[in-house]
């Protein structure tokens, strides 16, 4: 008679092999093949519990209306879409110490009270969350929670209290019965994260789900988990800062642009609501290298300071770094430098950052970027009141930016005097006391600077006959 029969799974991919292996041939993980029991025939858990499905007239259906809650963290809201959707699952991803459970905790204190919560966690003891809400201020009247790991357990604990909103922190944590591998593994996730999602569309109560992030940066365990829930919420920014980002991976309730920006303090994370301000704070007046570049975060435009440092190389072939702004972006912008204006970044080492943990797509930050790296290589400072935006193509044209209107406002209201931005875009723009100067391509961009140096000079005689 046959055993059940043995697979090798792999946790980074779910490729499954029937021996074991050293090394995902679908991947390239290490050492990342788990044995698991082979289950024949699979059912989805939970599929008895909903009625088959009937095929219905497309047009006869009629619109349906998200029933969203607020969550009371207006940041939290502005990334959901809106609010918590009832019925949804949402995943909040990010690594760990960035601040899931302290976030969950507010939004227990914030909704407690009008909802039934039930909080489960198989990290911290029900001691531990009793002091973090305590720190936080919080004492919802309506919140349960379990220590707890194994989803039968917990299942049966959401059947008597019914919850309208299920915290399961984290999901790596949680073991089924029905699969056989160690918590965490790809098999446990899948199987309790479907489990999970299959018993909540049937009562329509809220899920979130806490999961961890690997070392990669990918949300550890299967892309399936991204699959099966509705939005994805990922933390950004490093964790020696105190600011935070939170941004929609994936929403199928609101759009994916919108970030929420907090900031962490001694009693939880605060909402920051007009983070240009937070990220502008310390910025350096005088030293080359550094640009405020305007981009648009879904409906909210932010300003940024944007950092290059150019340096000599001591290495055959240069260093070169990108934090938070694209490798290959700036791979990009600096080859078009040196064609189009003869600039030579081949013997310089380039680090670029975007100060504050901010990560910029926004390709209207090109000519910010640009204005930043010629500054350092020739070691003239942007002027401080200057701001740049603009895409750059790669004849070093300058290309329009969407809704520059709204990115004027922006940049006069934090008092840029000077808004350099695609010529076409200037006519009929308004901004305020700010002066608005045209640009044709990247030619203009070296002009600006050279016209600050020129200013620099001038100022430096001055001061020198005045010395004399
Ligand atoms: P936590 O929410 O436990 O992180 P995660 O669940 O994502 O692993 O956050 C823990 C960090 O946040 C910890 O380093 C301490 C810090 N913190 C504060 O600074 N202020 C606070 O009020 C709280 C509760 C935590
Ligand atoms: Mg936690």
Request: hydrophobic share 40%; proline share 4%.
């Amino acid at each position: 008679m046959k055993g059940p029969k043995t697979v090798y799974t792999c946790t980074e991919c779910d490729y499954q092999s029937p021996k074991w292996l050293g090394k995902c041939p679908s991947c390239g993980a290490w050492n990342s093949f788990t044995e698991e029991t082979y289950a024949e025939k699979r059912t989805a858990p939970g599929a008895s519990a909903v009625a088959a499905d009937k095929a219905e007239p497309f047009r006869d259906m009629a619109v349906p209306e998200y029933m969203r809650s607020s969550t009371g963290i207006e940041e939290f809201d502005r990334v959901l879409g809106g609010g918590l959707v009832v019925g949804s699952a949402i995943l909040v991803a990010g690594e760990p110490g960035i601040g899931k459970s302290t976030l969950l905790m507010q939004l227990c204190g914030k909704m407690g009270d009008g909802h039934t919560i039930m909080y489960v966690s198989g990290e911290e003891s029900r001691a531990q969350l009793k002091m973090r809400a305590t720190r936080l201020g919080v004492d919802p009247e309506k919140l349960f929670v379990q220590n707890e790991v194994f989803l039968d357990s917990i299942l049966k604990e959401y059947e008597r209290i019914s919850p309208e909103i299920l915290i399961i922190d984290s999901i790596q944590t949680l073991y089924s019965s029905a699969a056989a591998s160690a918590p965490g593994s790809v098999t446990q996730v899948r199987e309790c994260t479907s489990a999970l999602i299959a018993r909540i569309k049937v009562d329509g109560a809220s899920l979130i789900i806490v999961g961890h992030v690997n070392k990669e940066g990918g949300i550890a365990g299967p892309k399936v988990l991204e699959h099966m829930v509705d939005a994805v919420i990922s933390f950004e920014g490093d964790r020696s800062s105190s600011n935070r980002i939170v941004r929609a991976v994936k929403n199928r309730f609101g759009s994916t642009n919108e970030i929420g920006v907090f900031e962490m303090t001694g009693h939880g994370l605060e909402c920051v609501s007009n983070p240009s301000e937070m990220l502008l704070e310390g910025r350096p007046e005088g030293v080359s290298g550094s640009c405020a570049a305007c981009i648009l975060e879904g409906t909210r435009p932010i300003i940024a300071e944007i950092q290059a440092l150019v340096t000599p190389t001591v290495f055959p072939s240069p260093r070169r770094t990108a934090d938070g702004i694209d490798y290959n972006r700036m791979c990009l912008l600096l080859a078009v430098i040196e064609k189009r204006l003869g600039l030579r970044f081949s013997t310089c080492d380039v680090y670029m950052n975007v100060v504050g943990g901010m990560r910029i797509d926004d390709p209207a930050a090109d000519s910010a970027i640009v204005l930043a790296l010629i500054s350092s290589l020739k070691d003239v400072p942007v002027p401080h009141d200057l701001i740049a935006m603009g895409e750059i193509g790669l004849a070093g044209e300058l290309r329009s930016v969407a809704s520059a209107e709204q990115r004027i406002n922006e940049a006069s209201r934090l008092g840029f005097s000077t808004i350099a931005l695609p010529k076409k875009q200037i006519k009929g723009k308004k901004a305020g006391s700010s002066e608005l100067v045209g640009m044709n391509g990247i030619y203009d961009a070296v002009a600006l600077l050279a016209k600050s140096q020129k200013k620099k000079e001038k100022s430096t005689e001055r001061q020198d006959v005045t010395n004399e």
